[in-house]
């Protein structure tokens, strides 16, 4: 069999041969910045990009007209890796989370595995994953059973540090709706029953337990009704909570919380509540496995890694649901200075810059490299499902 070690290198060629091509890619979905779910041009280009290196590419898979999933079937019938692309924008700042980098990395270590299927014991697919800002894509993709018979997934998302372990905070949303009874609120206050004074009592009662959450958890919420005129006794009052913490377990247990805060706060004023949970996205669990294999091939390209900080800044992701159904990794490649804040402006200029194309270039090798190892290395697979499976528990 043709050493690992030898494969690395023929994928790393294939990936500076591509450079060029994966540069233009990325620049172009950098200045054509597509919503969730919207991303119709983007994931042609990168569909378009697949099929011209010989993967075959399946267009609108798993209910997702922007999602696809290409394959490079390797010579035997081993593990399969997929990696995954992102390539929605943010609404009016455009590309500031670098996501032009993270499905052009995907692709080129794609079309890199590609040109070595003859020698891959396994397959190779690339994914492509529409929304994810906001619309939770991962998810949809995972419950229509995109993601069956895939042994490990990996993506790379840029960012002010490299990192292979930094986890995700995992969130809910709750929306709360009181219903009181309109009234005259000069002349008749007391036959009304006031809807946006029992939301503002949830809001008073919630910051009251902000003290006793942990140090990780956030509760941010906004009003998005609190009535009509300032003469009328509101009758209806509606407000969303975004609740995040550590683990999916303990989010539940403040949104719990949350609803009770509002619970209190219909009694206190004689008010009916609704609430509706949705769930949000569960905390990334880094595979430690597989980030060793990342870490260690990345520092053979000469990329510094850095480990989390104890208190590390986090946001979320719809990676965090694909880490809770089988063993991933959601490493960063630093392409802004260390504290430049994502989705800013500073961002967005890095994202098509000589040192976001770096940063895209490190991240393709990466994942061609990793892959080579879960692919060829059977005790490193084996390594990261038992830990998976450990972590399940
Ligand atoms: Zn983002
Ligand atoms: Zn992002």
């Known amino acids: 069999m043709t050493n690992i070690f030898e494969l690395k290198q023929r994928a790393i060629k294939n990936i500076d041969d591509a450079r060029d091509e994966l540069i233009q890619l990325s620049a172009t979905i950098h200045a054509n910045p597509e919503l969730a779910f919207q991303e119709f041009k983007s994931a042609a280009m990168l569909c378009d990009a697949l099929e011209r290196h010989g993967l075959k590419v399946e267009r609108g898979i798993g209910g997702l007209e922007t999602a696809f999933r290409a394959e490079a079937r390797g010579t035997g019938d081993g593990a399969t890796v997929a990696l995954l692309a992102e390539y929605d924008a943010l609404p009016e700042i455009g590309h500031a989370c670098g996501h032009n980098i993270i499905g052009t990395a995907a692709i080129g270590a794609g079309i890199a595995l590609r040109a070595l299927a003859n020698d891959l014991p396994g397959r190779v697919l690339v994914i492509g994953t529409p929304a994810e800002e906001g619309g939770g894509g991962k998810i949809i993709l995972l419950k229509n059973g995109a993601f069956e018979g895939v042994d490990a997934a990996m993506m790379v998302h840029p960012a002010a540090r490299t990192m292979v372990t930094r986890g995700s905070l995992a969130t809910s949303r709750v929306t ?64 969303k909570f975004s609740v995040r913490g550590a683990t999916r377990a303990y989010v539940t247990q403040i949104t719990e919380r949350v609803i009770q805060c509002a619970q209190a706060g219909a009694v206190a004023t004689g008010a009916q509540f609704k609430y509706t949970v949705d769930d949000g996205l569960a905390e990334i669990i880094p595979n ?27 946001g979320s992701t719809d990676m965090g649901d694909v880490s809770h159904a089988l063993p991933a990794l959601h490493p960063y490649i630093e392409i802004v200075p260390d504290g430049t804040p994502g989705h800013s402006v500073e961002m967005r200029a890095a994202s098509n810059s000589p040192v976001g194309h770096a940063g895209l270039l490190n991240a393709a090798k990466g994942l061609a490299m990793t892959t080579i190892d879960l692919l060829c290395d059977a005790n490193l697979m084996r390594e990261a499902k038992r830990e998976f499976v450990a972590a399940a528990k």
Not at 289 to 307: D, K, S, T, Y
Not at 308 to 314: A, L, V, Y
């Open 288 to 314: 430690r496995a597989i980030a060793r294999a990342f870490a260690e091939n990345w520092r053979a390209l000469g990329v510094e890694v850095h480990e989390p900080r104890p208190n590390e800044r986090m």
């Open 176 to 239: 709360l709706e009181f219903f009181g009874k309109a009234s005259h609120a000069a002349s008749s206050p007391e036959d009304g029953i006031n809807a946006l004074e029992a939301l503002l009592a949830a809001f008073h009662n919630v910051n009251a337990m902000r003290l006793h959450l942990k140090a990780d958890a956030r509760v941010h919420g906004i009003i998005t009704h609190g009535g009509v005129a300032i003469n009328i006794v509101p009758e209806y009052a509606a407000g």
